[in-house]
């Protein structure tokens, strides 16, 4: 029989460790001067807030995994992992009529 993860405790657990994390990661932010749409730099409660809205969103979903802002909320059902990071990245959106010429054609 195949069991389903327990959402709602990986929550529990997930908030638990909110409050330290975003205090961790927040200086990252104003070294980085990263800023988020609508409040600039954020502020540790701003980053807590993210945080805890991912974590309602994944319980209350079947996300394996939700990101947003350099934030990520998951969980490796095979490791039994939750997990909380920050990671700094850079993306880059295609155009399909400027990279993809002739795809789809």
Sequence with gaps: M?????RELIGEELRARVPMFARKVQPIYKMLE????????PKTKDIEDHLYKHIDD??????????????????HKGDMQAYIYFSVEENIY????????????
């Excluded at 990263?34 to 730099?41: A, E, F, H, L, P």
């Excluded at 994944?58 to 969980?75: A, D, K």
């Excluded at 295609?94 to 054609?105: I, S």
């Design 58 to 75: 994944f319980v209350s979903e079947e996300y394996r995994e939700t990101s947003s802002g350099g934030l990520t909320i998951g969980y």
């Design 2 to 6: 195949k069991k389903k993860i327990n």
């Design 94 to 105: 295609f155009m399909p009529d400027k990279f993809f010429k002739g795809v789809g054609e």
């Design 34 to 41: 990263w800023k988020w749409g609508g409040c600039g730099i």
